[in-house]
Structure formats: structure tokens, C-alpha cells
């Protein structure tokens, strides 16, 4: 067999391999070692079952070539995060996409991340992609497949594959799994009942009458709060969202005096004086309490704020004022998004009708 011109590669053959026997090697490099001298840099581009298969893939090469040394997904994320470091101030958000990359790593018992970048498919970033959407809630897989679009754009930009795989990849979430909900008239009784016994517990209620979001409420200032009138003023997301006022539920009227006690400061903080974020709020507040009161793990902080404009509308409130409370222009993204009712409360309203 003629042997390869130079400058375009080789191909060699397993001797003892039963599949992807044939490794294709671009040109090798040369890197300074320790000491000053030459060493030796070979860059494997793969392993394919057929010479013909080898081939194709240094034609590629050839095409476009991928100068840097295999690497695997992993050190491309850890080479991506340490750009993002530099770029992202807010470090909740550092944190936030740390804590999505880990659900990466379990994933094929931790075998994805070990990879060479290059070689994976579109097809099986898909199953990737699926299998975060199949095993967390909507947001959460979405920050993973955030830092997983990252990390492979980052690879393309510095050469590392032939093309960014992860622009292939849609995602389609069914409604049920995607849609936040109230808690339910029984897991609203637990909460009420047990609340005083779970650290974060107060905070967990104090949502529920509230109606922040988690943002906007670890966001407050003990300012914010009239101790006279009892009225929170706060809100950030929106125009109509922002400097809303919430009227304290006689309920909460003691949780947040306490809270206000300490002094100047953020309205609720952790045990340092210390604002939180709303990361650490969920990890550190929401889990641990809503895990000790044996409530289910899809009730967010969110949900809360379904619970909020829920219970009020069952109580008959007005439309406006519930619109006002819950910070939107318009009662019908109110009722629409925000409204759960559940049997017992359409039940109680069936029952008022003569």
C-alpha cells in the first residue's frame, strides 16, 4: 500500500483489536519539555472500525484541522469556567453553573466527562440533553444544558472539535413537567403546623403569604418592612413588580418582627448577618426545610408565590389587588399562570352556587 504523503497523517492498525482497530494520528508536534527539550506530541484524532472510516476522519482533519491536544470534555468545562471567572462578577452565578456541571459528571456514571471531546456525536449530546431533562425539573436541567453549550462552543472556538454539536440540540418539555404549582391544601396544612419545629421554616411560610419572588425577597432590607403599618415594600423583576406593596398576613406579622429586630441589614439573613443569595437561599434554606417537614421535592420557592395568588383568589380577593400583590400588569398572567386551583378549592366554589 502506498504510503500517505507528508504532512497529512497516518493510520495504523490495532493488531489484536476486534472493533475500532484503526487509530488515525494527525501530524505530530513537538512541545518544550520540562527541562528545554523537544518532546514528541502525538494527536490521535480517534479510533474507527475501518481503514476507510480513518481515513475520512483525517480528510476532516485536513479540512479543518484541530491544532490543540486531545482533551476531554471535562478540562474544556474546567477551561471555560476559569474564562467565565473572569467575565461573571455575580459569583451565585459561578456557583449556580458548578452546581449544574456536577449533574453533569454523574451522568453515564460519570463516564461522559472522561471523554475526548471530539468524539462525541450530536446524536449523543441528544441523549445527554434528554437524560437531564428526564431526571430534574425544567430549570434545573436547563442550567446544565447551559454549561454543556458553553463548554462545547468553547471547544469549537479553540479548535478542539470540527463543529459545535450542542447547536443541533433542541429540547422539547412537555407542560406538566415544566409547570410550577401551588402546594396543596395538606401540604399547606403541614407547613402551618410544623413550621416552628425546622430551621428555614419561618421562611418557607413567610413565602407562602408573601408572594416574592426568591430574588426579590432575598433582596429586602429590614427598611423595607413598616412595622406599623405592616407592609413590605419590595419587588425587582418588573416595572410593576418593583416597590410593590405586600401587606403582612397577622400569621407572619411575628416571623417578620423578628427578623426586622436585628437590626439594619438584610430582612432575612443567615446566621453570620450575611445576605443570601437566591442559590444559596434554595440550597441552604428551602431543601434542608422542606426535606425535614416530609413535603415533596418538586415544591419550590416558586410555587410559593403560586400558593400566594392561589389562596388569595380562593378567598375571594379582588382581582386587582391580587395582580397588584403579585406584581403584574395584567390579572390575566395572574390567573393564568399563578391561579392553581386544586378539588377541594373548585369544590368549595361549586358549593356556593344556589
Not at 202 to 211: K, T, W
Given at each position: 500500500m502506498a504510503k500517505r504523503e507528508n504532512g497529512s497523517g497516518s493510520i495504523v492498525r490495532r493488531?489484536?483489536?476486534?472493533?475500532?482497530?484503526?487509530?488515525?494520528?494527525?501530524?505530530?508536534?513537538?512541545?518544550?519539555?520540562?527541562?528545554?527539550?523537544?518532546?514528541?506530541?502525538?494527536?490521535?484524532?480517534?479510533?474507527?472500525?475501518?481503514?476507510?472510516?480513518?481515513?475520512?476522519?483525517?480528510r476532516r482533519w485536513a479540512k479543518n484541522p484541530v491544532t490543540a491536544a486531545p482533551v476531554t470534555v471535562q478540562q474544556v468545562y474546567e477551561y471555560w469556567y476559569k474564562t467565565a471567572e473572569l467575565t461573571i462578577e455575580n459569583k451565585g452565578t459561578l456557583r449556580s453553573y458548578e452546581t449544574a456541571w456536577n449533574r453533569v459528571k454523574k451522568l453515564q456514571d460519570g463516564t461522559f466527562?472522561?471523554?475526548?471531546?471530539?468524539?462525541?456525536?450530536?446524536?449523543?449530546l441528544r441523549e445527554i440533553v434528554a437524560d437531564l431533562y428526564a431526571q430534574y425539573a425544567k430549570h434545573t436541567a436547563s442550567l446544565s444544558r447551559f454549561a454543556l453549550s458553553a463548554t462545547f462552543k468553547c471547544a469549537y472556538e479553540n479548535n478542539y472539535v470540527e463543529r459545535d454539536n450542542?447547536?443541533?440540540?433542541?429540547?422539547?418539555?412537555?407542560?406538566?413537567?415544566?409547570?410550577?404549582?401551588a402546594f396543596t391544601n395538606e401540604e399547606f396544612r403541614t407547613l402551618k403546623?410544623?413550621?416552628?419545629?425546622?430551621?428555614?421554616?419561618?421562611?418557607?411560610?413567610?413565602?407562602?403569604?408573601?408572594?416574592?419572588?426568591?430574588?426579590?425577597?432575598?433582596?429586602?432590607?429590614?427598611?423595607d418592612y413598616d412595622p406599623v403599618q405592616h407592609i413590605i415594600r419590595g419587588g425587582i423583576k418588573t416595572a410593576a413588580g418593583k416597590g410593590r406593596i405586600v401587606p403582612v398576613h397577622p400569621d407572619i406579622i411575628p416571623i417578620v418582627d423578628r427578623w426586622a429586630a436585628a437590626g439594619p441589614g438584610p430582612l432575612y439573613r443567615n446566621k453570620k448577618g450575611k445576605r443570601y443569595t437566591a442559590q444559596l437561599f434554595r440550597l441552604q434554606v428551602w431543601g434542608p426545610a422542606r426535606e425535614a417537614?416530609?413535603?415533596?421535592?418538586?415544591?419550590?420557592?416558586?410555587?410559593?408565590?403560586?400558593?400566594?395568588?392561589?389562596?388569595?383568589?380562593?378567598a375571594g380577593a379582588r382581582p386587582e389587588d391580587i395582580k397588584r400583590m403579585i406584581g403584574h400588569t395584567n390579572y390575566k398572567t395572574t390567573s393564568d399562570i399563578y391561579i392553581n386551583q386544586d378539588v377541594e378549592t373548585l369544590r368549595a366554589a361549586i358549593d356556593l352556587v344556589d
Open positions: 493488531r489484536y483489536a476486534h472493533r475500532t482497530a484503526y487509530v488515525a494520528y494527525a501530524p505530530a508536534t513537538y512541545i518544550l519539555n520540562e527541562s528545554g527539550k523537544p518532546r514528541r506530541v502525538y494527536n490521535n484524532l480517534g479510533s474507527y472500525n475501518t481503514r476507510a472510516e480513518a481515513r475520512e476522519a483525517l466527562v472522561r471523554r475526548m471531546i471530539r468524539d462525541v456525536s450530536a446524536g449523543e450542542m447547536q443541533f440540540i433542541s429540547v422539547h418539555v412537555k407542560d406538566d413537567q415544566s409547570k410550577n404549582r403546623e410544623h413550621w416552628a419545629e425546622v430551621p428555614g421554616g419561618d421562611a418557607m411560610l413567610a413565602f407562602c403569604y408573601l408572594g416574592f419572588r426568591v430574588t426579590a425577597f432575598c433582596a429586602l432590607n429590614v427598611e417537614l416530609g413535603l415533596p421535592d418538586d415544591l419550590t420557592p416558586h410555587c410559593a408565590r403560586h400558593t400566594f395568588a392561589t389562596r388569595l383568589a380562593a
